[in-house]
């Protein structure tokens, strides 16, 4: 069935911009996204891990009383 649907669904992704769901007896199976939403969430997810890793860095160079 997916198959049989690839364009709709691909269509409903570029046009969203949001994953589209594919269920199995009403149970969410698979999340299906165009490569470009795809390679958006991945910038922003390391650029998340970037800051993440900064904070962390300037916070273990903190003492006690949260001075550097």
């Not at 165009?34 to 900064?54: E, G, M, N, P």
């Amino acid at each position: 069935m997916f198959h049989s649907k690839y364009g709709e669904i691909a269509k409903m992704c570029k046009e969203s911009g949001q994953p589209v769901y594919i269920t199995t007896d009403g149970n969410e199976e698979l999340a299906v996204m165009d490569i470009r939403s795809f390679k958006r969430l991945q910038r922003a997810l390391h650029i998340r891990q970037q800051l993440l890793d900064a904070l962390m860095k300037k916070v273990s160079k903190m003492d006690f009383d949260g001075e550097e």
